[in-house]
């Protein structure tokens, strides 16, 4: 959200004759070390998100905003919000702590699976570097490797057993981009089929959970110098309806609808990315 929502925003929707668009806020609740307050800005925040977006035009939804450092008022705080239907999904940011997988966190994925909301896991967060090797120097060292959290965030929640734990779990990468998926999803399968006996709680192929309960944003979209090659990594990703549009706007390198989706892409794919497959992750008409 931008600071002026009757503006900005509206002519976004506007401009663009959109059904519903999906609000990802990206402050990092779960950085502010005064557990107490920062539970207090996640539901300050969240009801700022209703008075003065989703009251304002009908077509927007929200993401529910929680402090994941404390699992167990965030679960509280996605009950409570949960009870607007138009709320549409639970917000972390990608870079935190500790990786979601991790057993801290089950209160936060009890909760949205009780209420019946997908996970979005967003670009952001301030909680230690991204990187195995410590902290870079510069910022497009920061921007271009923040995949690597994703990257972790998808190991961690598979490995963990989430999806076991809580099967109707859904997840949105959303900003990670997806073109590192393939090679993540053969490396990991082929190290499970050595170390399964380390999770004998997965009841089948890594890739397949991943296939199964994950789904990614189109922005960024990392475009081959030859198009056919995006063809070939989503072939490789193994689903037609695996991407979602989303803009970024209203940030620098933010995509446009009608410059984001490569035309090489067939009409069945494209108008499940504009639409379709976003219909299906997210319940736009819950009650």
Avoid at 4 to 26: K, M, T
Avoid at 220 to 225: F, G, I, L, Q, S
Wanted: net charge negative; no cysteine; aromatic share 14%.
């Amino acid at each position: 959200p931008g600071s002026d929502p009757d503006f900005a925003a509206r002519q976004l929707l506007d401009s663009w004759n959109i059904a519903f668009g999906v609000l990802n806020p990206i402050y990092a609740f779960s950085s502010v070390h005064n557990l107490d307050f920062s539970n207090a800005l996640a539901r300050a925040f969240n009801e700022w998100t209703v008075s003065e977006w989703l009251d304002r035009d009908p077509r927007w939804r929200g993401s529910i905003v929680v402090n994941a450092s404390d699992p167990a008022a965030a679960a509280d705080e996605i009950r409570r919000a949960a009870r607007d239907p138009r709320f549409v999904q639970v917000m972390l940011l990608v870079r935190a702590p500790a990786p979601y997988g991790r057993r801290q966190y089950r209160p936060i994925f009890a909760a949205s699976s009780d209420v019946g909301l997908p996970i979005g896991i967003h670009f952001g967060g301030w909680d230690g570097p991204i990187t195995a090797a410590g902290w870079p120097s510069y910022y497009i060292e920061d921007h271009t490797g923040m995949s690597q959290a994703f990257q972790a965030q998808v190991l961690s929640l598979v490995a963990e057993g989430v999806f076991e734990a809580f099967p109707s779990t859904r997840v949105g990468l959303i900003e990670g981009g997806f073109a590192w998926l393939p090679a993540v999803m053969w490396r990991f399968d082929k190290n499970y089929k050595g170390l399964r006996d380390e999770v004998p709680w997965l009841k089948k192929l890594p890739s397949d959970y991943i296939r199964e309960h994950f789904r990614a944003t189109t922005q960024p979209m990392e475009e081959p110098e030859d198009p056919r090659h995006l063809l070939q990594i989503l072939d490789m990703i193994g689903r037609d309806d695996f991407l979602m549009f989303a803009t970024d706007y209203p940030h620098w390198d933010f995509d446009a609808p009608d410059r984001a989706v490569p035309s090489i892409l067939p009409e069945k794919i494209r108008s499940g990315i504009m639409s379709e497959n976003a219909a299906a992750f997210y319940d736009f008409g819950r009650t």
